[in-house]
């Protein structure tokens, strides 16, 4: 019985594994459903009108005000980057930095849903300026951390200070609410007490570098600063209440965390119900309602507009010169898409809410002079399809899609006819003449060909859309609640009747949404890869013997898929394990291309279904692999020797040259065999190759290693190593037409070479590329070599440095680290970059059994 509920157990967890987007999507979906079946029994006496006058009797003060704090809020915002940077231990232009932070948080406010994230954001514009994945990474944890424990600490201070103003407010004691606020603040302070000095803090198997206490308290004044200028932007639009500041920081800081707990985009309808529930008995709901429509366009929609602005002017050309507009410049290019990318989803959502709200009286009356009703009716409907069409492109301009630009641009300059013509709503055509200035400045970003018909949207978009429709029917029913509704309201046309309009708006954004959602979600995948045709591969290796590196031979073995760039000069590599479609190294070919390629192959997987994986990339990638959404991690480091400093002289070559010299008394000889005199010797290699694979119990592998095949062996030279005439060992040499790097794929000797013959064959090539004029040599990556061992790395470095110190039972990753280091090389780091958001540690399980031929391949090593 036990054991039964073990299985159970096991397979309920693979589910939620399994689907836990889809899971996270459904129950964030269900949560805004019930927050607007919440919001509408808490405003059952307000009406609509009440609602815009509210908003009419707002005083220009407040709203000056209300812009202030903005501003201090997103100056506190800033620093929380800078404190960050600082806190990895790097420096980086404050301009830069501010514009970075700036955005990030403009786009994460507004947006709050993971494709448009502040993180990707900051991944984008810091990889440009030279920090790696990890220390981004450290940055996105640091900020993300201190803005959930300041809010925390400012929450828990106000609930102890004045709890018995909030109780009757929310109708919970007020000793509860010290003894939730106490118990936070002994958490916050005991953190702070063990972490003093930047000690690490341990929880079971969970390690953190605290930051030491001089971090602590800069950082919690700028969070206490932040949450307070943010709460008082809403404060001073509220009418005056007997409610003071301190305590209405406390219901702000609730808000705000429950609406981020919510996972909803950008807590929409959470923080407003927590709002409302906790001033409605102190000020009229109302008025409550106007500010808080004020707030969201204030504090969310005005810094997504000026970081716009800014990002657009540093593309005008007359700026370019001056050194801190060429700076910005450099980070806009990265910031633009994202940010333009916000913009469309906030104005399609707004074009979609209008359609559910009545017009201004004179300005349907201003129509009807001018205007048939079937114009005025056609313009409201289509209006919202307009919204509904940028919701959905805002995706592709954060990918940078040629076509996303183009049905951006045609939507926003149709929508701003349409506003027109629907209601004369000037307010909101110039926002979206806002939007077709910066599509139109920023144009040549948007290079990328993609069809947006074979892209499938993410969880996290659909979720956005349904969001979206079930906050229309949300205000359709509270703008028009004393309608009486009934199937004749579909089919009145009427200047006076705006609740049909409504509701066909509704109809048609919803059918649209959901043919959108079943098309994305049911499309067939393409699940085969065909490995390339002979054709494919005399173009592949015609690029390759043009280019620098040695590796790029391997796609010789003909077991990987190639996909070619659009003007055929650069190549990528890949194959398929499992969900994962997995190129191998940086594109080949044409470094112009890399961009371009990086795109194609991320949507290419993308559409059929899978994840895209970059196994074994340089640093020169990774911004590239940002631009396309992928996240990197640290998979080992490259040693390269320098073969113009590479002699068998001095100390530090000693061991080396007492090996070559004990192999040679042993009567070992070198010679390297042309590709063109290899079918002489093949025999003998296979002889050879058997044995190892025999000896080693061993089969062959594949994707990122060669394997003995004969036209693999007779594309390129071969070392040999002779012992009484007969072949003891080879290793064939990859080698380019650039003659830049050198390299060796299989190494194989037989079980009677003499002892160090390994060390001495190494030797022998590296002398041989050397007197051919080689700079370099290649001698592979090290895996999980070079993996930080702070406690402020992230939690994958430190798996890695633990396998690398104890994993010596399943691979020998110390052993080989320490042989390659024996040549003095150049350490490189290499990485696994996913795409999605995806586990990387199945990715890199998918390239493990790749390389392997499956699972049978890898036990068998």
């Known amino acids: 019985m036990e054991e039964i509920e073990v299985i159970e157990e096991s397979a309920i967890a693979r589910f939620f594994s399994r689907y836990r987007t889809h899971l996270t999507a459904l129950a964030t979906l269900a949560v805004f459903c019930m927050v607007g079946f919440a919001i509408e029994r808490l405003t059952t006496e307000v009406r609509y009108e009440d609602v815009v006058q509210a908003l009419a009797d707002t005083r220009i003060s407040s709203i000056v005000l209300a812009l202030f704090f903005t501003a201090l809020s997103f100056l506190a915002l800033v620093f929380y980057d800078v404190n960050a940077i600082e806190y990895v231990g790097r420096k980086l232009p404050f301009p830069q930095v501010a514009l970075t932070a700036f955005s990030a948080y403009a786009v994460g406010n507004t947006a709050g849903f993971g494709a448009l994230s502040g993180g990707a954001i900051r991944y984008r514009a810091y990889s440009r300026l030279g920090l790696t994945p990890e220390e981004i990474g450290r940055v996105i944890a640091f900020v993300t951390i201190a803005f959930g424990l300041g809010l925390a600490g400012v929450g828990s201070i106000a609930l102890l200070a004045i709890a018995d103003e909030i109780a009757p407010l929310i109708d919970v004691s007020s000793w509860v609410l010290r003894l939730i606020g106490g118990a936070i603040v002994l958490v916050l302070a005991a953190g702070v007490v063990l972490g003093r000095g930047g000690r690490a803090l341990s929880v079971g198997r969970f390690s953190l570098r605290l930051p030491d206490s001089a971090t602590w308290s800069r950082q919690f004044l700028v969070a206490a600063f932040d949450i307070a200028a943010s709460a008082t932007v809403l404060y001073v639009l509220l009418p005056q209440t007997a409610i003071g500041w301190p305590v209405f920081l406390a219901v702000y800081a609730i808000a705000v965390g429950l609406g981020v707990l919510s996972h909803v985009p950008a807590g929409l309808g959470v923080f407003e119900t927590v709002i409302i529930a906790a001033l409605?008995?102190?000020?009229?709901?109302?008025?409550?309602?106007?500010?808080?429509?004020?707030?969201?366009?204030?504090?969310?929609?005005?810094?997504?507009?000026?970081a716009v602005l800014a990002v657009s002017a540093t593309e005008l050309r007359r700026f370019a010169d001056h050194p801190v507009a060429s700076g910005f410049r450099r980070i806009g290019i990265r910031l633009m898409p994202q940010l333009l990318s916000a913009l469309s989803l906030l104005l399609g959502v707004m074009l979609i809410f209008s359609s559910v709200t009545p017009t201004p009286d004179s300005n349907l009356e201003f129509l009807a002079n001018y205007l048939p009703l079937p114009i005025v009716e056609g313009a409201h409907f289509l209006s919202s399809l307009a919204g509904l069409a940028l919701v959905v492109a805002a995706r592709g301009l954060g990918q940078k899609l040629d076509g996303a630009w183009w049905i951006s641009i045609f939507s926003a300059a149709a929508a701003l006819m349409?506003?027109?013509?629907?209601?004369?709503?000037?307010?909101?055509?110039?926002?979206?003449?806002?939007?077709?200035?910066?599509?139109?400045?920023?144009?040549?970003?948007?290079?990328?060909?993609?069809?947006?018909?074979?892209?499938?949207?993410?969880?996290?978009?659909?979720?956005?859309?349904?969001?979206?429709?079930?906050?229309?029917?949300?205000?359709?029913?509270?703008?028009?609640?004393?309608?009486?509704?009934?199937?004749?309201?579909?089919?009145?046309?009427e200047f006076a009747e705006e609740a049909p309009r409504g509701l066909r708006a509704v109809l048609g954004i919803t059918i649209i949404s959901t043919a959108i959602a079943v098309f994305s979600l049911l499309r067939p995948a393409?699940?085969?890869?065909?490995?390339?045709?002979?054709?494919?591969?005399?173009?592949?290796?015609?690029?390759?013997?043009?280019?620098?590196?040695?590796?790029?031979?391997?796609?010789?073995?003909?077991?990987?898929?190639?996909?070619?760039?659009?003007?055929?000069?650069?190549?990528?590599?890949?194959?398929?394990?499992?969900?994962?479609?997995?190129?191998?190294?940086?594109?080949?070919?044409?470094?112009?291309?890399?961009?371009?390629?990086?795109?194609?192959?991320v949507e290419t997987?993308?559409?059929?279904?899978?994840?895209?994986?970059?196994?074994?990339?340089?640093?020169?990638?990774?911004?590239?692999?940002?631009?396309?959404?992928?996240?990197?991690?640290?998979?080992?480091?490259?040693a390269v020797s320098d073969l113009s400093t590479f002699e068998m002289k001095g100390g530090k070559w000693a061991n080396l040259r007492q090996t070559a010299s004990r192999a040679q008394r042993d009567g070992l000889t070198f010679e390297v065999v042309a590709p063109e005199d290899v079918p002489g010797v093949?025999?003998?290699?296979?002889?050879?190759?058997?044995?190892?694979?025999?000896?080693?119990?061993?089969?062959?592998?594949?994707?990122?290693?060669?394997?003995?095949?004969?036209?693999?062996?007779?594309?390129?030279?071969?070392?040999?190593?002779?012992?009484?005439?007969?072949?003891?060992?080879?290793?064939?040499?990859?080698?380019?037409g650039a003659k830049d790097e050198g390299t060796i794929d299989l190494m194989r000797f037989s079980p009677d070479a003499p002892k160090g013959s390994m060390d001495f064959l190494f030797v022998q090539i590296m002398e041989y590329l050397r007197a051919e004029g080689f700079a370099h040599f290649n001698l592979?990556?090290?895996?999980?070599?070079?993996?930080?061992?702070?406690?402020?790395?992230?939690?994958?470095?430190?798996?890695?440095?633990?396998?690398?110190?104890?994993?010596?039972?399943?691979?020998?990753?110390?052993?080989?680290?320490?042989?390659?280091?024996?040549?003095?090389?150049?350490?490189?780091?290499?990485?696994?970059?996913?795409?999605g958001g995806g586990n990387p540690m199945i990715a890199l399980m998918d390239a493990t059994l790749l390389i392997g031929g499956g699972l049978k391949g890898v036990v068998r090593k």
């Open 280 to 306: 409605g008995s102190a000020v009229n709901i109302d008025a409550v309602l106007g500010s808080l429509v004020l707030y969201r366009l204030i504090y969310h929609v005005v810094p997504l507009l000026l």
């Open 418 to 493: 349409l506003s027109l013509l629907k209601a004369v709503a000037l307010v909101e055509a110039s926002f979206l003449g806002f939007l077709i200035f910066g599509l139109l400045v920023s144009r040549r970003l948007f290079r990328r060909r993609a069809s947006l018909l074979n892209q499938t949207l993410t969880a996290s978009w659909l979720t956005a859309i349904a969001v979206v429709c079930v906050g229309a029917v949300v205000i359709l029913l509270f703008v028009y609640r004393d309608v009486d509704y009934s199937n004749e309201l579909w089919w009145q046309f």
């Open 526 to 601: 393409t699940t085969r890869l065909e490995p390339a045709s002979d054709e494919a591969l005399e173009r592949a290796v015609d690029i390759v013997e043009k280019q620098r590196y040695a590796d790029a031979n391997l796609v010789r073995m003909g077991d990987k898929s190639v996909m070619f760039s659009e003007r055929g000069d650069a190549f990528i590599m890949y194959g398929r394990q499992g969900r994962s479609w997995i190129a191998l190294f940086d594109p080949i070919g044409d470094r112009s291309a890399m961009p371009e390629l990086v795109w194609r192959f």
């Open 605 to 638: 997987a993308r559409a059929s279904g899978c994840r895209a994986v970059f196994y074994q990339i340089s640093p020169a990638l990774l911004s590239h692999c940002a631009d396309a959404g992928l996240r990197a991690f640290k998979l080992g480091e490259l």
């Open 682 to 736: 093949m025999d003998e290699l296979a002889a050879v190759s058997n044995a190892w694979l025999s000896d080693h119990n061993a089969k062959e592998k594949g994707f990122s290693l060669g394997a003995f095949t004969p036209d693999y062996i007779l594309a390129q030279p071969v070392g040999i190593l002779r012992l009484e005439g007969k072949i003891v060992a080879f290793a064939n040499i990859l080698i380019t």
């Open 780 to 835: 592979g990556m090290a895996p999980l070599s070079g993996m930080s061992k702070r406690e402020t790395a992230p939690v994958w470095d430190r798996i890695g440095s633990t396998v690398f110190e104890h994993g010596e039972r399943f691979y020998n990753f110390k052993g080989l680290r320490a042989f390659k280091s024996k040549f003095h090389p150049q350490w490189h780091p290499r990485y696994l970059a996913v795409s």
